[in-house]
């Protein structure tokens, strides 16, 4: 089940470059409340850009977006075994551009099937940021 989920959000790339050209144009959030971004934060990105994970906790993911850009992933809650897993996929609303947390919600497979985990800010971190990140912590 696990897999035709991440399948299925694969398949949803191929429908979203009309829909990053509008979403660009639009002020971007960062969090799910609707409040504007600082204007260094606004980028989106689509799952097909994420190339690797890292979850040091069960209420943060650090995403990284194509070959240099970090994104914090503060979840609303616990993600029951989201720092086990080794495997987990995006499902973004609407299509695959993902530009704020509204947009996103991680799967994480368990014991009894998949949780949705839903995402309470999104923050792309600087260069800085990303080198202050614990070894561990660093996707």
Same mark, same amino acid.
């Given at each position: ?17 009309? /829909?990053?050209?509008?979403? @660009?144009? %639009?002020?971007?959030? !960062?969090?799910?409340?609707?409040? +504007?971004?600082?204007? &260094? ?38 993600? /029951?075994?989201?720092?086990? @897993?080794? %495997?987990?996929?995006? !499902?973004?609303?609407?299509?695959? +551009?993902?530009?704020? &947390? ?38």
């Amino acid at each position: 089940m696990f897999r035709t989920l991440a399948l299925v959000a694969a398949a949803t790339l191929g429908l979203t470059a009309a /829909a990053l050209a509008q979403t @660009e144009s %639009k002020p971007q959030t !960062d969090k799910a409340d609707g409040k +504007a971004a600082p204007a &260094a934060q606004k980028s989106c990105f689509f799952n097909r850009d994420v190339r690797g994970f890292a979850a040091p906790d069960d209420k943060t993911l650090y995403l990284r977006v194509r070959t240099k850009d970090v994104y914090r992933l503060d979840m609303r809650g616990r993600c /029951a075994e989201l720092d086990w @897993e080794h %495997k987990i996929a995006i !499902d973004s609303r609407g299509s695959s +551009a993902i530009c704020s &947390a509204i947009d996103i919600t991680v799967l994480v497979k368990n014991p009894i099937g998949v949780s949705r985990c839903s995402v309470e800010t999104l923050t792309r971190l600087s260069p800085e940021e990303v080198a202050a990140l614990p070894k561990k912590s660093r996707p």
